[in-house]
């Protein structure tokens, strides 16, 4: 092996150079076998640093390269490009991780310098034995699925659509909206949600460049970035949609009104063929079947008899369809669930009437809600003369969330304003941890509703009951809390009260992510490509994520990340073919005993078995390089490339040059270095 190795130390500032001795590292790395040049630099990754490594690249006839520096994660693709443009296949770079692997989990320096030693030299031992590779065109469809519809989905479906680009926009509920189609007013600017929606899903529902596909749910994912095959199930709404005009004559004549509103959050009633409410689109009704007396019991047909559209719309043998649909890139937009607020029995929720959600309130304040946007108390009649808000209700609480869901405050504020709207004379009680208002005239809000009378009691409060201590008490809720500003416990009586829940992930979060081989987090949000610098990519190459199913957050901010996915998917369709990574698995058909393990192994369903021959062979477009059957096989004949078993040895070893008897690889191992000062 006769490779010149180019090996390039970064500082990156102080995060490395303040605990590694670069200086060392680099002379270190210079006397190490087959390395022809050492450098240290302040910043590799800078346009300086890439030229240095292009210069010597041109200038030593360098055939490898070595960057220690950050997570490969970070700056891969840079350093790829650096000697790519310098005439050297990408894939004879390497980098070894002294950051995040290294200066930032001790305050050892001389640890640290030997482990950054120990990464480099597997970072050389590995990159002598790389294959040049050729990146693999894949060709884009431009048709995009969307996954849920809210306003997140709604958004990037629309950004797509207004670009002359098809989606398909899946949704599991009867109607598209999502919780912003719940909500009364939305904070800051107290613009009515309906009326700021509405437009949108009309748009949606009318969009040539979209098809609408409600009461769907996704079934199996195939394929990969540019050839998607989603297979999604249809629900039956037992209507036809081709010949139904939504007059809504049937739901008017159904005799049955025995069911709990979902949409309206158990506040009120609807019929067993149902519109969610008023505005939905589409606005074809759906048949619940549960509880549908013809159904159940093979009577009634009132819907049918009355349907006046001819031929009749109404279908009782429709059947759910499982549709095969083609696309190149899909955003999840699936958003979030609430907290369930009886989890914490000692407020009450369930067992006092009078205790609500914040989304119940939603309801219950919306002018075409189940009150007509009368606030009343649980007999539907009697205004509240005091009410307390109960902020951060399951969350910056370590026995549920820990995390902070960013939209409680301002909403609890809102609905502060709300209530004095309605009902000047009542009392509102609100009670904090801290209040949080980040975002454009939010703290201006905070500082109307100070002058609007509100009550603030810092404080998170231990219990909601109804025992009584006293006679101002008798009949009230008393919420029980700790003033930490007044430095005591305090005992308010109210008539309502209101928790605020977390947001969480979507119940099924997991399920879908499985389903396109992404993650999600601790708290089951799915797991962005970068926090900060791609939070709309995901690991899975062409699946994108918008909205609160990637963490807590408001309208805003959902509608941002919704056209950020979009435009993301339109630059991957306007470029027709992209590049994707060769890192793939591949078998010695020669060799193959036709055993079949690593078939229903694959995550990715890309080996087929060869019935003919009695061999597995690798689909090479639809397999991501995960390495699962390459470590499965009984007979070591699938190689991953660039994670061959001699490449991943050869780091091996060289990770352990320092315990090894002569230093690793025929090198004498080098005399502890006398540390220089950080
Ligand atoms: C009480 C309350 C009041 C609020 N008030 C405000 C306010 O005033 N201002 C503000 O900015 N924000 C407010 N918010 C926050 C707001 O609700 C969210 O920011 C917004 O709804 C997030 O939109 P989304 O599209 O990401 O998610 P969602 O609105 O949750 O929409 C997700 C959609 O995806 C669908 N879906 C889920 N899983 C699947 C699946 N597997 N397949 C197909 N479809 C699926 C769901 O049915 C849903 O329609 C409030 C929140 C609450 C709880």
Redesign the pocket.
Known sequence: MSEKVGVYICHCGTNIAKIVDVKEVARWAGEQEHVAIARDYQFMCSSLGQDLIEEDITTLGLTRVVVASCSPHMHEKTFRSACERAGLNPFFCEMANIREHDSWITDDRQAATLKAKSLTKAAIERVVRHQPLEPIPVHINPNTMV???????ISAALELAEGGFHVYL????PS?????AQ?D???PTLDC?ACILTPKMVDVGQHPNITLLTY???EAVDGYLGDFVVTVRKKARYINEETCTGCGICIEKCPFKVVDSKFDVGLGERKVIYRPFPQAVPKYPVIDTENCVYFQRGKCKACQLFCPTHPNSIDFEQKDELLEIEVGNVIL????N?FDCSQIPQYGYGRLANVFT??EF?RMVNASGPTSGRIVMRDMETPPKSVAIVHCVGSRDKNYHEYCSK?CC??SL?FAHLIHERLPATEVYNFYIDIRTPGKGYEEFYHRLMDEDVHFIRGKVAEITDIARSPEENGKLIVQAYDTLFGAQRRIPVDMVILSPA?EA?R?SKE?AQLFKMGCDFDGFFVERHPKLDPVATMTDGVFI????QGP??????VSQGAAAAARVAGLISRETVMMEPVRASIDTDACSGCRICNNLCPYNAIEYDTVNKVSTVVTSLCQGCGTCVAACPSGIITGAHFTNEQLMAQIEGLLWDVRPNGGNGKTKAPEPEMAPA
């Open positions: 996954i849920g519809g809210g306003i997140a989905g899946v949704e599991r509920e598209i909206g999502g919780h912003m909500l007013k939305t904070f949600s769907s749910e996704v937009a699936t958003g979030y609430l914040s989304l939603e939209v301002m909403y809102k947001m979507y099924d879908v918008a909205g609160a199913c957050k408001d309208i805003p901010d959902s």
